[in-house]
């Protein structure tokens, strides 16, 4: 078991720092709504969007911010989710219905 756990931290750690020897240093991350809006403008330059944003973030940063903490916050409530169900099964119980009663 602890075997196995070593091989998937080794891998996530791959995983991660990959990308990161591969571009190198002065490598530009671009994200797929740029790479999205450069298609399109290289096959239609005319094209104007139908949608706008309802709020810009001030700077990239604070988008950054704003996208890994939607990404914490989704990861909690699956951990915790998953750890409630996984909870429950190992105690040998189901969740109650309050409703019922």
Request: no cysteine; aromatic share 10%.
């Amino acid at each position: 078991m602890m075997k196995r756990n070593l091989w998937l931290l080794l891998a996530v750690i791959a995983l991660a720092v990959g990308p990161l020897v591969y571009h190198g240093k002065d490598a530009e991350f671009a994200g797929s709504d740029n790479q999205a809006e450069q298609a399109i403008t290289a096959l239609d330059p005319d094209y104007k969007p139908w949608a706008a944003p309802l709020w810009e973030p001030p700077s990239g940063e604070i988008e950054s911010l704003l996208f890994a903490l939607q990404a914490a916050i989704g990861a909690g409530l699956l951990g915790y989710y998953f750890g409630r169900r996984r909870g429950l099964a190992e105690a040998g119980g189901k969740p109650q219905d309050h409703a019922a009663h």
